[in-house]
């Protein structure tokens, strides 16, 4: 029997409401005319469960899930991809029409996209790279960025154990630096990455120094609130290449996308302005 529901899919977080998921998700379904809609749904942790068993039932053919999830729903996943597996978090759910959960993650997908679309002469095999934080972000841009090839990533953390800690997962290709060393492992680096919240709106600033930053040199910052962070400032004024925290978000949604509603969407300015 074919199934004649409009689709459904949504983020489940909690909470959720600051989500921009459905701001982008609802652009593009308008602007492709296709039926299907996107919902966020604030789901405790307690409930998690309970709600991945129903929501196939209500007609729903994914989800992408947020904190505090990420890594809870790869145990109640049926299916978990390599790449999930590698991160330990899923973002991106798929409800399979067998009745089994599919938990992939597109973070590391999103964060090179992004890469390739706002610094098109990047060379991932150009130099090293140097990424600040050593978190759930941080592990899906290292394990994206060993995939490209790149041949060096110097890790910096406040706290140093939770970077031998990735060392140890990703092996040879890692360098761990001290957190105060972070400004001079910069000076040849070929990409700069902060995965920390540091310099989000209502957070501390990032308080490395760098002044090592030099000319060529790619550098994004996750944080998309502000668009313009102090590191992408100061990168800029000193001739860097600079790539905002905003197009890793849009470009992470675009696999989800098209499992769920059948059409791989485009990242153009049109997108980045639905959501600002």
């Keep these: 029997m074919t199934d004649t529901r409009i689709p459904l899919a949504g983020v489940i977080g909690h909470p959720v409401a600051h989500s921009r998921s459905p701001l982008l998700h609802g652009h593009w379904l308008k602007t492709y005319g296709l039926q299907g809609h996107y919902i966020p749904m604030d789901i405790a942790p307690d409930k998690l469960e309970t709600a991945f068993r129903t929501l196939p039932d209500l007609g729903f053919v994914g989800v992408n899930v947020t904190i505090p999830h990420k890594e809870k729903v790869m145990e109640i996943a049926d299916l978990v991809s390599d790449r999930a597996t590698l991160i330990g978090a899923a973002n991106t759910i798929i409800f399979r029409k067998d009745g089994k959960?599919?938990?992939?993650?597109?973070d590391g997908y999103g964060f090179i996209e992004n890469l390739r679309q706002g610094a098109p002469g990047w060379d991932p095999q150009a130099g090293p790279a140097m990424v600040l934080g050593a978190g759930g972000a941080a592990r899906a841009v290292i394990a994206s960025l060993l995939e490209v090839g790149v041949p060096e990533i110097r890790i910096s953390n406040r706290t140093r154990n939770r970077a031998e800690q990735l060392r140890e997962e990703f092996g040879a290709r890692i360098r761990v630096v001290e957190w105060v060393q972070a400004g001079n492992a910069m000076d040849d680096?070929?990409?700069?990455?902060?995965?920390?919240?540091?310099g989000?709106?209502?957070?501390?600033?990032?308080?490395v120094p760098l002044d090592g930053l030099q000319p060529g040199t790619v550098v994004t910052d996750l944080v998309?609130?502000?668009?313009?962070?102090?590191?992408?400032?100061?990168?800029?004024?000193?001739?860097?290449?600079?790539?905002?925290?905003?197009?890793m978000l849009i470009h992470q949604a675009v696999p989800g996308f098209e499992r769920w509603f059948g059409k791989r969407p485009e990242?153009?300015?049109?997108?980045?302005?639905?959501i600002l």
Excluded: F, W
């Design 224 to 247: 998309y609130t502000p668009l313009e962070t102090r590191l992408l400032r100061v990168a800029r004024e000193q001739g860097c290449t600079c790539v905002d925290g905003l197009g």
């Design 101 to 106: 959960i599919h938990a992939d993650n597109t």
């Design 200 to 207: 989000m709106v209502g957070k501390q600033e990032l308080r």
């Design 189 to 198: 680096a070929a990409l700069v990455v902060n995965s920390t919240s540091l």
């Design 267 to 274: 990242v153009d300015d049109a997108t980045r302005a639905a």
